[in-house]
């Protein structure tokens, strides 16, 4: 199960955390990424990041202002977003990739991703 939390409503350069609390599976076995789906757009991936040993990607657009971390203890992934944009509005999804997909090729596409979560909203606006 992974259930995301954090999101709401921010104005332009705030900042926001949001986490994706995962059980039921090992979590070295996977890797864990975030995706983001605004409106009438593709979804979108972010970043990932492999919890056997913390390597990341990050998506060219959110590089600079996002940073995924990890809490093993707590099974937690974190996002943390900051200085963001009307632009970054919409339902951010963090789901599971079976680590033997873990790499640049693969960490952004959405089918090879197995378990999603449920997802929320980030709301950016004045």
């Known amino acids: 199960q992974l259930v995301e939390s954090g999101g709401g409503w921010v104005q332009p350069g705030g900042s926001l955390r949001l986490s994706c609390v995962a059980s039921?599976?090992?979590?070295?076995?996977?890797?864990i990424g975030w995706f983001r789906q605004a409106p009438g757009k593709e979804r979108e991936g972010l970043s990932c990041?492999?919890?056997?040993?913390?390597?990341?990607y990050y998506a060219d657009s959110v590089k600079d202002r996002f940073t995924i971390s990890r809490d093993n203890v707590k099974s937690t992934v974190y996002l943390q977003m900051n200085n963001l944009k009307p632009e970054d509005t919409a339902v951010y999804y963090c789901?599971?990739?079976?680590?033997?997909?873990?790499?640049?090729?693969?960490?952004?596409?959405?089918?090879?991703?197995?378990?999603w979560g449920r997802g929320t909203q980030v709301t950016v606006s004045s």
């Open positions: 990041i492999s919890n056997s040993d913390g390597s990341t």
């Open positions: 039921g599976f090992t979590p070295d076995y996977y890797a």
């Open positions: 789901a599971r990739l079976p680590i033997f997909y873990f790499g640049e090729y693969y960490y952004s596409r959405r089918e090879y991703y197995d378990y």
